[in-house]
């Protein structure tokens, strides 16, 4: 007799939550909201871009999330010569049995820090895309999963252009929220300046507080959190305004209406609270949907940013009340 499985505890999630970021912040200060952010893509087992000018703390964010887990990690330093055999893995032959073996590459990992990866041509990114949505690699016509959790944490730098290929829609879609840096306030930046030279934490002086089990549990619990079905609408009529934007050529795709209820998910689950609410929603829009839409030419003249339209939809359609 198949004994019954028990159903994910949400509860696990809060405590998970609170340990990861208290680790994470041991090295990246004045920074809550972007780590608060990270932490939630990393437990609904999204994928995560961090975008930032150079020197903000993009690849010391992924860092010392990877070193939170107890899992595998790999750094890929994307450059234009990467392949994408170095990305995916490839087929070697061995004399001794005659036959071809295949040899995993970076992408096996539960966490997979992709540095810098618009550096790499358009061929190797594209390498990702059935990893990143699938979560398996195809080569020479065979199948191989991914280990769960699998988590592609990337960095790029929006600002320098020479030597960089843009990430395509179809990728950018892939990735559940896609946050920016931005410069430290005062008081952060001359605590940084304090901590030079007197033992300052790295990422790598991190030791693991979490588990990859951890993780995948966490997801579990997540997708058990209640989505009401006022607030899947509101989610839908959000995702629905992007669409009939004139100065969009590109509004956010189903994938992206999925990705902000997961998310939203998640937020509530971090707090200890097993239904998701409109301000969850709201407060996770622009970091799940900014990176999904595509301005026109006549949004780009008028100087027109995805942070605006995001911005105005979030004001121009209704909130469900309580109970509603």
């Known amino acids: 007799m198949v004994q ?3 159903a994910p505890r949400r509860d696990v999630v809060a405590p998970l939550f609170h340990t990861l970021r208290h680790n994470v912040e041991r090295v990246i200060q004045g920074k809550p909201d972007q780590v608060r952010l990270a932490l939630l893509c990393l437990l609904a087992e999204g994928h995560l871009l961090i975008e ?3 020197g903000v703390g993009k690849t010391s964010l992924a860092k010392a999330i990877s070193r939170s887990i107890a899992g595998t990690c790999h750094r890929i330093q994307f450059t234009p010569d990467l392949l994408p055999s170095d990305v995916l893995g490839v087929s070697v032959w061995n004399r001794s049995t005659s036959t071809f073996e295949f040899r995993p590459g970076g992408v096996f990992a539960n966490v997979v820090l992709a540095d810098e990866i618009n550096r790499a041509s358009p061929k190797t990114q594209s390498a990702l895309l059935e990893a990143m949505e699938e979560r398996q690699v195809t080569a020479d016509a065979r199948t191989y999963a991914l280990p769960r959790p699998f988590v592609v944490v990337a960095t790029q730098n929006p600002v320098e252009l020479e030597g960089t290929y843009p990430l395509p829609e179809a990728q950018l879609d892939r990735f559940l929220m896609r946050i920016p ?8 930046e001359v605590g940084i300046l304090e901590s030079q030279g007197r033992g300052q934490r790295r990422p790598e002086d991190l030791d693991p507080v979490a588990s990859a089990e951890d993780v995948v549990a966490a997801t579990a619990a997540i997708a058990q959190v209640h989505v009401a079905p006022a607030l899947a609408e ?4 959000l995702v629905g305004a992007t ?7 590109l509004g956010v795709s189903p994938r992206g209406a999925l990705a902000l209820q997961r998310a939203a998910r998640a937020l509530a689950a971090s707090e200890g609270r097993d239904y998701a609410t ?6 996770l829009a622009p970091a799940v949907l900014e990176h999904r ?3 026109g030419p ?3 003249l008028r100087g027109t940013t995805q942070a605006d339209v995001v911005g105005e939809v979030l004001a121009g359609v209704p909130v469900p009340r309580a109970g509603g």
């Open 4 to 6: 019954p499985t028990a």
């Open 52 to 54: 930032d000018v150079p």
């Open 181 to 188: 840096m931005g410069y430290p306030d005062r008081a952060a």
């Open 234 to 237: 509101y989610i839908v009529d």
């Open 243 to 249: 669409r009939r934007r004139r100065d969009l050529l």
């Open 278 to 283: 409109p301000d969850d929603v709201r407060w």
């Open 293 to 295: 839409l595509v301005l």
């Open 298 to 300: 006549d949004a780009d």
